[in-house]
């Protein structure tokens, strides 16, 4: 990574933990405010403790009730603006559509508080609407800042209602900030990027509609390789800064991999590594985790793979441990790596496990193939050693 991305992505986390500190303590001026309005602080340390506690369960509430606001903002001018359902979700949380019906499922995504996906509409001469469908997260979260604002004025001034209305207004317009405004926070760029870069490249529109279509179809149980071929392709590098275009590139990859093209795969990643793209930095780190485990099928790779194995991999492997791809690089590496069956076999288990809830079979029948040639490499190579 350059040191101007580094620069940037130093800079957007700390920006980042401002808003959130900056958050905690508009919430925490108007906590201290209720207990010494109601003489808490006088009450005796166990009550004064409880109400405590009680009052961050508020503030977490509050957290909780914005990013609800927010995705529902996503889905509800998503549909104004002609897309069709196909998740929600909150947390690790997730309703997911399939065919008439609505399962409940689980998904983990690191960066993320949750996601509203939808199905496109048809593109109209190489476009189709955007814009309200990705800022409609921070437009709910400002709208009911206002409306929270509003009823907090209406209610007993520093009292218990009014303290909760004040939080809710701090969370959806720090929320609302965040995410409207076109700033690399995390690990995920945020709606006000993607908007921006939507609206300066008619290429990134078709992309975006690509990249929406295959997780619907995707959701329908339908692998990236069956997919029509039009949709995968790597776009020119001056076309990579452009984050949109750049993750198309990440899905053609994908598809490498679902094809079992690894030579491909590799050389593919290779590129975008150290290409100058808009992919976010959780794109990035994935990508690296693909490339590992296509290492770890190439003998005489130990060196590259070490030097990949960074400390922030390793740690979103950890924090991912419930994501497919990671764990099927987690078997890899136990196997091809540490030479360590047992474990391997433990990390299998727990990916039967996940597998159970995780909302995308197609992903998990891609996954099974690539753990399963993990497998037979293991396996020769053992017969090799006993011969």
Request: aromatic content about 8%.
């Amino acid at each position: 990574m350059s040191r101007e991305k580094q620069k940037k992505r130093g800079t957007g986390k700390a920006l980042m933990t401002l808003l959130n500190i900056l958050n905690g303590v508009l919430c925490g001026i108007q906590i201290a405010s209720y207990m010494k309005a109601s003489g808490l602080f006088k009450a005796g340390n166990l009550r004064e403790a409880a109400v405590f506690a009680l009052m961050m369960l508020g503030f977490f509430a509050a957290m909780l009730t914005q990013i609800i606001l927010h995705e529902a903002g996503h889905l509800v001018f998503g549909l104004a603006s002609g897309y069709r359902f196909v998740s929600f979700r909150v947390l690790s949380l997730m309703w997911l559509r399939e065919g008439s019906r609505i399962k409940v499922k689980r998904l983990s995504l690191a960066g993320t508080g949750g996601q509203c996906l939808m199905e496109p509409p048809e593109m109209t001469d190489g476009r189709m609407p955007f814009k309200l469908y990705n800022q409609g997260g921070a437009i709910m979260n400002a709208a009911s800042g206002v409306v929270f604002l509003m009823l907090g004025l209406l209610c007993p001034d520093k009292g218990l209602a009014q303290t909760l209305f004040w939080m809710l207004t701090a969370n959806g317009l720090v929320m609302a900030f965040m995410n409207g405004v076109p700033l690399k926070l995390g690990l995920v760029n945020n709606d006000g990027v993607n908007t921006r870069e939507l609206s300066r490249d008619p290429g990134a529109l078709r992309a975006f509609w690509i990249q929406m279509k295959a997780n619907a179809l995707q959701s329908r149980g339908m692998r990236l390789k069956d997919m029509p071929d039009e949709w995968f392709y790597m776009p020119k590098d001056a076309e990579l800064t452009n984050g949109m275009n750049a993750t198309i590139a990440v899905f053609y990859e994908a598809r490498l991999l679902d094809e079992h093209s690894f030579a491909e795969a590799a050389k593919c990643i290779r590129h975008l590594l150290e290409a100058k793209t808009g992919l976010s930095p959780l794109s990035l780190e994935m990508l690296k985790n693909d490339l590992i485990y296509v290492l770890l099928l190439d003998d005489g790779k130990r060196e590259e793979i070490e030097a990949l194995l960074s400390k922030q991999q390793v740690q979103l492997m950890k924090a991912m441990k419930q994501y497919p791809s990671k764990l099927r690089t987690q078997i890899a590496l136990c196997l091809l790596s540490e030479g360590d069956e047992e474990r391997a076999l433990q990390w299998n288990r727990a990916f039967d496990k996940m597998a159970g809830g995780y909302p995308y079979e197609s992903d998990i029948a891609s996954e099974r193939e690539l753990i399963q040639i993990a497998w037979q490499k293991w396996n020769e190579e053992k017969r090799c050693l006993n011969d």
